[in-house]
C-alpha cells in the first residue's frame, strides 16, 4: 500500500511555556515543524504529509514552506486531545486511502527523526498486517512509586521500552483503533491499538528522535541536526 505521513500539531505546548506553541518555535532559522515535516517529506516512498493543525492557528500560513510545498497538506481539523486530533485528521483523509495503507503518525515536536530511522521502519513493517512504531530500550532503572511518595518496587527494565514516533499502521487499522473516542489513557496511536488487541511490533531507533518538550530541548535539538549538516 501507499504511505503518507500524519503530522498532529495541534497542541499548546503548556509544558514549554513560550508565548507560542513550541511547534512554532525556531531552530536553526525554521520552526520546528518544518523540520519535523521535512524529515518524512524529503523521503520518496512517503507520497504526502498531512499537517493537522488547530482551527485557530495562524503560525501556519506565515511559515515559509518552500521545498516541502508539492507534498504537504495542512488540515484544521484539530482536537482536545492528540487523539482527537489523529482521528479527525483521518477522516479528514479517508477518501484518498484504502484500508491497508500505511499511516506514519508523527509528532510535530520531534524535528530530529533521521532518514536512516524512517527507512529502517518501513522496511521492518512493510508486510506486517498491523504496524509499530520507532522505540528504545529504557536506560534509566523504574521506580513504581507509592501515593505517599516512597518507592513501592523497583520494575525490571529489560523489557521495557520508550515510545516514539513515527507510529506507522494500516489506515483500517488506525481509524478502527481511535473509533471509540474514549481517548482517556491513549497517549500514543499504539495504544488504542493494543486496545484492539493486536501487537504493534517494536523497531529499535538508533539516532536521537527525542521529543522537544522543555526549553533546553531546543539547544539539544540544534546540536543533533547541526552534527547531521542540515
Ligand atoms: N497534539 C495535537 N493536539 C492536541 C495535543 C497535542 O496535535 N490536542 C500534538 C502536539 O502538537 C505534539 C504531539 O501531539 O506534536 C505531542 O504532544 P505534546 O508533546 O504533549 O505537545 P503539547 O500537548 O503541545 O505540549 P504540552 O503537553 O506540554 O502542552
Ligand atoms: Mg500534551
Known amino acids: ?16 511555556g513560550a508565548a507560542c506553541p513550541k511547534q512554532y518555535l525556531p531552530l536553526l532559522g525554521r520552526p520546528v515543524l518544518f523540520h519535523s515535516v521535512a524529515a518524512m517529506a524529503r523521503l520518496p516512498w512517503i507520497e504526502r504529509v498531512y499537517v493537522v493543525l488547530s482551527p ?5 500560513v506565515q511559515t515559509d514552506w518552500r521545498g516541502l510545498v508539492d507534498k504537504i497538506v495542512p488540515l484544521y481539523v484539530g482536537g482536545e486531545s492528540r487523539a482527537e486530533t489523529v482521528r479527525n485528521g483521518l477522516a479528514a483523509i479517508g477518501h484518498d486511502l484504502t484500508e ?11 524535528p530530529c527523526l ?3 530511522d524512517l527507512n529502517r521502519l518501513l522496511s ?9 512504531l520507532l522505540a528504545i530500550p529504557v536506560a534509566d532503572t523504574i521506580k513504581r512509586a507509592s501515593t505517599d511518595g516512597t518507592v ?3 520494575v525490571a527494565r529489560d523489557m521495557l521500552w520508550q ?3 513515527p507510529q506507522m499502521f494500516r489506515y483500517g487499522v488506525l481509524r478502527r483503533a481511535l473509533a471509540s473516542g474514549a481517548d482517556a489513557g ?3 496511536e499504539a495504544s488504542a491499538v493494543e486496545k484492539l488487541g493486536m501487537a504493534p511490533r517494536l523497531v529499535a531507533a538508533q539516532d536521537n528522535n527525542f521529543k522537544v518538550t522543555y526549553a533546553q530541548d531546543l539547544l539539544l535539538a540544534e546540536q543533533v541536526l547541526r552534527s547531521r549538516g542540515l
Open 114 to 116: 533521521s532518514s536512516n
Open 124 to 132: 521492518t513493517l512493510q508486510d506486517d498486517p498491523v504496524g509499530g
Open 56 to 60: 485557530a492557528d495562524q503560525d501556519f
Open 1 to 16: 500500500g501507499k504511505c503518507v505521513g500524519l503530522i498532529p500539531a495541534a497542541g499548546s505546548g503548556s509544558r514549554m
Open 100 to 110: 491497508m495503507d500505511w499511516v506514519l503518525v508523527h509528532d510535530a515536536a520531534r
Open 163 to 165: 515510545a516514539q514516533t
Open 186 to 188: 491513549i497517549t500514543d
Open 152 to 154: 513501592a518496587v523497583t
